[in-house]
T-cell receptor, first 118, second 113 residues
Framework: AQSVAQPEDQVNVAEGNPLTVKCTYS??????LFWYVQYPNRGLQFLLK??????LVKGSYGFEAEFNKSQTSFHLKKPSALVSDSALYFC????????????????FGSGTQLTVLP | DAGITQSPRHKVTETGTPVTLRCHQT?????MYWYRQDPGHGLRLIHY???????DKGEVSDGYSVSRSKTEDFLLTLESATSSQTSVYFC????????????FGPGTRLTVL
């Protein structure tokens, strides 16, 4: 079974400082990893994904994520936080071995609320 | 929200009544999903569809049924709503040739009294 852990329910950071939102995962095969962001009263928006290749993935709005296979982590980062980055962030994983059926589905973490303080 | 609409956006109903939520897409994507979002649980998959009339259960399917008679529409039905089904429901879609990168609708907030 696959799983995702987001160990921090809440992350606070000052505007202009770097931010990190943590994610660790567990899958039997190689992972496909995703980050989504949710603004209040909105659906989830795709930020970035890791499929294969370069461990540093760049996405929307200046976000990037680093895949670390030995630590089974996929932490979301941004060099300089903005107040407008305040939102709920979700990490998700699926096992790359399966192309159909229930095993193809994404498993989401419980979410991390990011607050950027002015 | 990527050509996905959900209706209604808000609904208040009473325990024991049937409720149907609709998801409509204009992207012609093969896969469609229903999730529920609850504090502390993230998103949990209720049901999904991999084609017209092809559906399967997700993690939390008890008390829910789905139907997909057209590519663009995916219906979620609560046959007899319970208070535990108070939640925010999201529809998502993905393309056959993607890595299951999913695109989400705006959500439906359902309150069961």
């Amino acid at each position: 079974a696959q799983s995702v852990a987001q160990p921090e329910d809440q992350v606070n950071v000052a505007e202009g400082n770097p931010l990190t939102v943590k994610c660790t995962y567990s899958v039997s095969g190689n992972p496909y990893l995703f980050w989504y962001v949710q603004y209040p009263n909105r659906g989830l928006q795709f930020l970035l994904k890791y499929i294969t290749g370069d461990n540093l993935v760049k996405g929307s709005y200046g976000f990037e994520a680093e895949f670390n296979k030995s630590q089974t982590s996929f932490h979301l980062k941004k060099p300089s936080a903005l107040v407008s980055d305040s939102a709920l962030y979700f990490c998700a994983v699926r096992d790359s071995r399966f192309s159909s059926g229930s095993a193809r589905q994404l498993t989401f973490g419980s979410g991390t609320q990011l607050t950027v303080l002015p | 929200d990527a050509g996905i609409t959900q209706s209604p956006r808000h609904k208040v109903t009473e325990t024991g009544t049937p409720v149907t939520l609709r998801c409509h897409q204009t992207e012609n994507h093969r896969y469609m999903y229903w999730y529920r979002q609850d504090p502390g649980h993230g998103l949990r998959l209720i049901h999904y569809s991999y084609g017209v009339k092809d559906t399967d259960k997700g993690e939390v399917s008890d008390g829910y049924s789905v139907s997909r008679s057209k590519t663009e529409d995916f219906l979620l039905t609560l046959e007899s709503a319970t208070s535990s089904q108070t939640s925010v429901y999201f529809c998502a879609i993905s393309d056959l040739n993607s890595y299951n990168e999913q695109f989400f609708g705006p959500g439906t907030r359902l309150t069961v009294l």
